[in-house]
C-alpha cells in the first residue's frame, strides 16, 4: 500500500532554515509528482509546490520563491522540503503529497503524516 | 484572505443532507473543471473526497457529490453521519494551486 512518512517535529529559530523529509513507499516513486502543502495552527491549506521525482524539475508557488527549495534522492524514494530564512509565520504542519496521476493533475491522492514545523526564539 | 470563499461552518442531522459552498472568479473555478474537495479530521492529513468537479476516487462514498455552476463548486453530503464531521476544503487549479479557507461541518 502507499505510504509516505515524514520526518519529526522540528523547533528552529528565526532566520535557521528547516528540512522535511518524504519516505515513499508502495509504488514507483519516480512515477508520480509530489506536491508539499502546509497548515498553519487553526488555519487552512496552502500549496507550496511540487517537484518531479523522475527529473528533479520543480514548480514553486510564488510566496515562497528563493525560499523554498524541493530536492529529491530517487535511491531512497525521499523527496524533501528546505525552507530557509524562517519567520515566525511559518510555523505550521507541513505536508508532502502526491499527485493522483504520472500527468500532474494537483490533486492529491495520498498524503504524508505531516511534520510540525515551530519558528520561535 | 483565502483565495475561495467557503462559509466557515455548516451543519445538519444525521440523515440529512448538506451543501458546502466555494466561490471564486471565472480565473479559476469558473474558468476550469479543475476543482476538488478535501476532508480532515483533526489532527490528521487530509483525504480527497472530489476530483474534477465530481469525480469521486475509489472508496469514497457515494453519499458525496460535487458540482459546479458558474464561479461556485458546490460539495453534497447526503445520509449524513456522525463520521461526516470534520472539516472540508475545496481546491482549484488555474495556474496556481489555490485552496478556499475550510469549513467545519457539524454532525448535530
Known amino acids: 500500500q502507499v505510504q509516505l512518512v515524514q520526518s519529526g517535529a522540528e523547533v528552529k529559530k528565526p532566520g535557521a532554515s528547516v528540512k522535511v523529509s518524504c519516505k515513499a513507499s508502495g509504488y514507483t516513486f519516480t512515477g508520480y509528482y509530489m506536491h508539499w502543502v502546509r497548515q498553519a495552527p487553526g488555519q487552512g491549506l496552502e500549496w507550496m509546490g511540487w517537484?518531479?521525482?523522475?527529473?528533479?524539475?520543480?514548480n514553486y508557488a510564488q510566496k515562497f520563491q528563493g525560499r523554498v527549495t524541493m530536492t529529491r534522492d530517487t535511491s531512497i524514494s525521499t523527496a524533501y522540503m528546505e525552507l530557509s530564512r524562517l519567520r515566525s509565520d511559518d510555523t505550521a504542519v507541513y505536508y508532502c503529497a502526491r499527485d493522483v496521476d504520472w500527468l500532474l493533475r494537483y490533486y492529491f491522492d495520498y498524503w504524508g503524516q505531516g511534520t510540525l514545523v515551530t519558528v520561535s526564539s | 484572505q483565502s483565495a475561495l470563499t467557503q462559509p466557515r461552518s455548516v451543519s445538519g442531522s444525521p440523515g440529512q443532507s448538506v451543501t458546502i459552498s466555494c466561490t471564486g472568479t471565472s480565473s479559476d473555478v469558473g474558468g476550469y473543471n479543475y476543482v476538488s474537495w478535501y476532508q480532515q479530521h483533526p489532527g490528521k492529513a487530509p483525504k480527497l473526497m472530489i476530483y474534477d468537479v465530481s469525480k469521486r476516487p475509489s472508496g469514497v462514498p457515494d453519499r458525496f457529490s460535487g458540482s459546479k455552476s458558474g464561479n461556485t463548486a458546490s460539495l453534497t453530503i447526503s445520509g449524513l453521519q456522525a463520521e461526516d464531521e470534520a472539516d472540508y476544503y475545496c481546491c482549484s487549479y488555474a495556474g496556481r494551486v489555490v485552496f478556499g479557507g475550510g469549513t467545519k461541518l457539524t454532525v448535530l
Open positions: 517537484i518531479n521525482p523522475n527529473s528533479g524539475g520543480t
